[in-house]
């Protein structure tokens, strides 16, 4: 499969001079799931902010579908490749959650039928009914959030850009956006994640990416990745507690490698316990 998104030697020094991201090289394929994980101030929003246009190289360039981002606009690129931010008040401005939903099919010249038939998907999908014409900004941070994820996946973008999404969220909150990310897998769009909750990487993604001081220092699956201790020790990032635990068993009670997921240790450790009984 081809590339969809490509940097090359890309580097970013915000005007007040300081080096946000530098000599980032990343190729990501159409389809992948790719974790960006990364100690705070480590440069993870500055480097994913290149992916719709939002921030332009100030070295380097990056590709999106093959065509090189500062020479578009961030609107001719957000349609194809859609940034829900970190912080869902510097992107929600409409004045109610439906007018949110319906911006970006409207900006992308859609029938009024077209508009309306985007706007029920999400939100039956968002479960967004009952605060549909509720203010953005008087619903909690969370639902704020889901909002905000919800208004670009109206547009139904090919690269969903995630900042940080289950941050915040309460279990029903943090669920659904896994199931909405497990709908994204089943579809087949790329996905760029930004996250500090290793259960769902684990989980989810095909690639991660440890950012360290404005660097990129490792990309690799996340098997590989959560049994580099030293990466993980330099990143201040813990293995998901299922895959500690799987790890400490190791050789004791399990021998068949390592599981990363809940749902992995569960099976393994019943095939131990079936094991005995028989
Ligand atoms: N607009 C800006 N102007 C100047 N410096 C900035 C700006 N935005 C971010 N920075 C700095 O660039 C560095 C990287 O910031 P960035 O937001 O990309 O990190 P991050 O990995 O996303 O962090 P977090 O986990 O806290 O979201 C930080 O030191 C930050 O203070
Ligand atoms: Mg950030």
Not at 75 to 83: E, T, V
Not at 133 to 154: M, Q, W
Not at 199 to 216: G, H, K, Y
């Amino acid at each position: 499969m081809s590339n969809i998104i490509e940097c090359i030697n890309l580097s970013h020094v915000y005007p007040e001079g300081f080096t946000a991201i530098k000599g980032i090289n990343l190729k990501v394929k159409e389809g992948e799931i790719v974790a960006i994980l990364g100690q705070n101030g480590s440069g993870k929003t500055t480097l994913v902010k290149h992916f719709n246009g939002l921030l332009k190289p100030t070295n380097g360039t990056v590709s999106i579908n093959g065509i090189d981002t500062a020479k578009q606009t961030v609107f001719n690129l957000s349609s194809y490749a859609g940034y829900v931010f970190q912080n869902p008040n510097h992107q929600l401005f409409a004045t109610s959650v439906l007018a949110e939903l319906e911006f970006g099919p409207k900006n992308q010249g859609l029938s009024n039928d077209e508009i309306e038939a985007r706007v029920k998907e999400t939100a039956d999908f968002f479960q967004l009914h009952s605060i549909i014409n509720e203010h953005p900004l008087r619903l909690s941070f969370p639902l704020r959030k889901i909002v905000a994820i919800a208004s670009i996946y109206a547009m139904q973008p090919s690269i969903f850009i995630l900042d940080e999404p289950t941050t915040g969220q309460d279990h029903g909150g943090a669920e659904k956006i896994r199931k909405f990310l497990r709908k994204l897998q089943d579809d087949e769009k790329t996905v760029i994640l930004v996250t500090h909750d290793m259960p769902l990487v684990a989980e989810i993604a095909d690639r991660v990416i440890a950012m360290w001081s404005s660097e990129i220092i490792k990309i690799a699956n996340p098997r590989e990745f959560f049994f580099d201790l030293k990466t993980m020790e330099k990143t201040k990032l813990q293995q998901p507690q299922a895959t500690a635990l799987s790890n400490r068993l190791q050789n004791r009670v399990l021998n068949e490698g390592i599981t990363l997921t809940v749902q992995e240790t569960i099976k393994a450790l019943e095939k131990v316990v079936n094991q005995q009984i028989n």
